[in-house]
């Protein structure tokens, strides 16, 4: 199958050679084609170029781009999409002034959902889940991360990890699976959190291995919740069974998180609402992906990840939407982008960057997606007609897509 787009307005995220990721002043630069076409065979990008130069190419389906920009999909890096139920009481808790941590005091929270996540089926939550990854699908999410969290039991965990196993195998974006075990500390264990990490290394972490049910391990390095020392002492144990770490820090509070992360030669750093320059130091020189998560600095009105001094120390970010019922109930990466460029002073090119080849990077997809490379994966979002790239950020509240590509077919 060939289909072939033509009079593209403009191509964007073009690289001739894949590059594994992005860094300081490289972000500023989005290389494009203007008045472009771009093949798609099967599954992948095949060729393109401009369309003065376009040779006689015999496709199954042409479409004519005129007036619209086409872009790689977008790349999600942190969800936790699979859950059951919604907390939307608590979102009016909120607007009546509690805080975040105090809805958590008292039973909210984390906890909230995982009393939802135990009672539901692994049947219903598998439908919940499919018809928010379907949702963020027909947004322009063309690969995403899910993480567990929402069981904090044995049974409630892997019921969580078995669904994202089985929408991995009936959905066609790729899906990485995280195991987060350590994501807050279950009412029984209150007071004994090295109990709850014992049982989380020595009963959890076994299975989901033997089941290969997850890439990647997470923990909730920060106050209240995990510290540094328990954070050293998961990842160490998941080392021995192949995972890679992808870790929560410095979101209310810098404790070391970052540094225990670069130590195990995590993947990522998430969240980083909180930095000090020493968190900024420790990341340099690493193969550790910062990403910041803005979606939830809006809903929480917490920080905004400092973006432009993490840009200006010569580091990578990547762009995500924390998905999840509690602090951030939108997968929609669009208003990521925009907020990335509103609120954290992001250009639309260091945006568009870090929401594409900087997230491919942080779920290990930096060679198949992420940037309109020959050989590459045709996850491709085309836009309606709209006057520049810019215009995807500026105009945050509009849906600027007009259709979504992934394997080179069109989401329905």
Not at 315 to 336: I, Q, Y
């Amino acid at each position: 199958m060939k289909l072939l787009f033509t009079d593209i307005k403009e191509l964007l995220q073009v690289r001739e050679t894949a590059v594994e990721k992005l860094s300081g002043e490289e972000m500023k630069e989005l290389p494009t084609i203007k008045n472009a076409w771009l093949l798609i065979e099967d599954d992948k990008i095949s060729d393109f170029g401009k369309m003065e130069d376009l040779p006689e190419i015999k496709a199954d389906e042409t479409i004519n781009a005129q007036g619209k920009i086409v872009l790689p999909s977008w790349c999600d890096s942190h969800t936790h999409i699979v859950y059951a139920g919604n907390r939307e009481q608590e979102f009016v808790d909120r607007i009546n002034g509690l805080s975040y941590e105090e809805i958590a005091n008292r039973g909210g929270g984390i906890l909230n959902s995982a009393k939802t996540l135990q009672e539901t089926s692994e049947e219903e939550v598998y439908r919940q889940s499919a018809q928010r990854l379907e949702e963020v699908m027909s947004l322009g999410t063309g690969a995403v991360e899910i993480k567990s969290g929402y069981g904090l039991t044995k049974e409630g965990e892997l019921k969580m990890l078995r669904v994202i196993k089985k929408l991995k195998e009936n959905y066609p974006i790729p899906i990485k699976s995280t195991f987060l075990g350590a994501h807050a500390l279950p009412k029984e264990y209150k007071g004994n959190t090295a109990a709850y990490i014992d049982k989380v290394i020595n009963e959890i972490l076994p299975e989901v291995a033997k089941e290969k049910l997850a890439e990647y391990i997470d923990i909730f390095c920060e106050q209240g919740y995990f510290t540094v020392e328990d954070t050293h002492r998961l990842l160490s144990a998941a080392k021995a069974y192949g995972m890679k770490p992808k870790i929560h820090v410095n979101q209310f509070h810098a404790i070391g998180g970052i540094q225990a992360g670069v130590e195990h030669e995590a993947l990522s750093v998430d969240h980083l609402e909180v930095m000090r320059p020493e968190d900024i130091e420790s990341l340099k020189n690493t193969a550790t992906m910062p990403v910041a998560l803005p979606t939830c600095s809006l809903y929480l009105s917490i920080p905004y990840t400092p973006a432009r001094e993490i840009l200006e120390a010569g580091l990578p970010l990547a762009l995500a939407t924390d998905f999840n019922p509690g602090s951030t109930p939108s997968g929609n990466m669009n208003l990521v982008v925009s907020l990335a460029c509103i609120k954290m002073k992001m250009t639309p090119e260091e945006a568009i960057n870090a929401a594409t080849i900087n997230g491919a990077y942080a779920m290990d997809l930096s060679e198949t997606h992420g940037s309109i490379t020959k050989g590459k994966k045709a996850n491709i979002i085309l836009t309606k007609e709209i006057p520049s790239y810019a215009f995807l950020p500026y105009a945050f509240g509009t849906n600027s897509i007009d259709y979504v590509f992934i394997n080179g077919k069109k989401v329905k």
